[in-house]
């Protein structure tokens, strides 16, 4: 066969975990690094990963269209900040050719925003629709705060810059007691004056950081009543191919998405799985199991062996996650950061 021409869709091999469900959906972190130090997701004195063990952009731009190949559809790149990795426009303007072929329903990236001003018009020229931002407040000083080193008004500029761009922004937050509880509403108003989806996350008990995410830990189901004080909520079939569960919100025309790990497992409809940029496939955000890919990548040049390890990885994938927080338990869930293994 012509190497050139590509198996049509239909006939493409699936992967398929144990309990038949199809992964068409991959998060690669493309870098640990990041311009922010959230206080829920990493510690302020971080330790990053020595660069001989990150996996070049060649080898990132390798090991994705193998996925591809095997019959994932969507693709998102993910960080730490995907934006400050070296040279990253390069690596999505080469996988955009799947998006050309047809092989590749969408390419897209979760960012913090901070870069989005210089690289908006670069991410829409390669083929990307929309970007997920991640901006957990909009006072300023409550964003210094949370991010440690970020500056709102850059984030700002950049989410302008991407919406000038062509790109759709969808605004995750991630809802934080004692932090952002009394302004989550306000927030969903301004993303959807904006135009922008609005999706609230969970915390999650992945790696150690300072202070006790018991004391961080706002459960969704409490907001959701909350807003339902002042908002219509109206669940939607709407769906981006992720763990959100959406409503649509009468007062403001928009949409609200609700990620939640903890108080509503969306495990059983799991199509994801996770690569970090060392080359480690995590078949479960919540789970340490993994699966080495970077050595069958560089074992040869041809991707065989690396067929081989990510179908054996797909055949461990488990049922769920295990993700408990309270007083009790004092270890994450797992020891990887948020930022080791990518939103």
């Known amino acids: 066969m012509d190497p050139e021409i590509r198996i049509p869709q239909a006939q493409q091999p699936a992967l398929v975990d144990p309990f038949g469900r199809k992964v068409t959906y991959l998060r690669v972190s493309v870098t640990d690094r990041c311009d922010f130090r959230c206080l829920y997701c990493m510690a302020e004195d971080m330790t990053f990963l020595p660069k001989r063990e990150v996996l070049s952009l060649e080898e990132l731009d390798r090991l994705c269209s193998a996925f591809i190949d095997k019959g994932v559809r969507k693709l998102r790149l993910t960080g730490g900040e995907p934006l400050v990795r070296k040279n990253i426009i390069s690596l999505i303007r080469s ?171 969306f495990c059983e409809g799991c199509n994801r799985v996770r690569v970090t940029c060392t080359g480690q496939l995590f078949m479960c955000l919540g789970q340490e199991d993994n699966a080495d890919l970077r050595a069958p990548l560089r074992a040869s040049e041809g991707n065989e062996l690396l067929s081989q390890a990510i179908e054996e990885a797909i055949s461990r994938k488990p049922k769920g996650h295990d993700f408990v927080i309270d007083r009790d338990t004092k270890k994450p869930a797992v020891s990887r950061h948020m930022s080791v293994t990518g939103g």
């Open 95 to 265: 996988l955009s050719r799947h998006l050309e072929s047809g092989a590749l329903d969408e390419l897209t990236l979760t960012t913090n925003g901070s870069q989005l001003a210089r690289f908006a018009q670069d991410l829409a020229a390669c083929g990307i629709k929309r970007v997920n931002v991640s901006l957990d407040t909009l006072n300023p000083a409550k964003f210094r705060e949370i991010t440690r080193w970020g500056d709102l008004a850059k984030v700002l500029d950049g989410i302008d810059a991407a919406v000038a761009a062509g790109l759709k922004v969808k605004i995750n937050a991630v809802a934080l007691k004692g932090f952002n509880e009394h302004d989550l509403h306000a927030m969903m108003e301004w993303a959807h004056g904006e135009g922008h989806d609005f999706t609230l996350i969970e915390t999650m008990p992945l790696g150690e950081i300072d202070g006790e995410r018991v004391d961080q830990y706002l459960p969704l189901d409490q907001v959701r009543r909350q807003l339902e004080q002042h908002f219509t909520l109206t669940p939607l079939p709407y769906k981006t191919g992720g763990p959100a569960r959406y409503f649509g919100v009468a007062e403001t025309g928009g949409r609200l998405g609700l990620i939640t790990p903890l108080t509503h497992n």
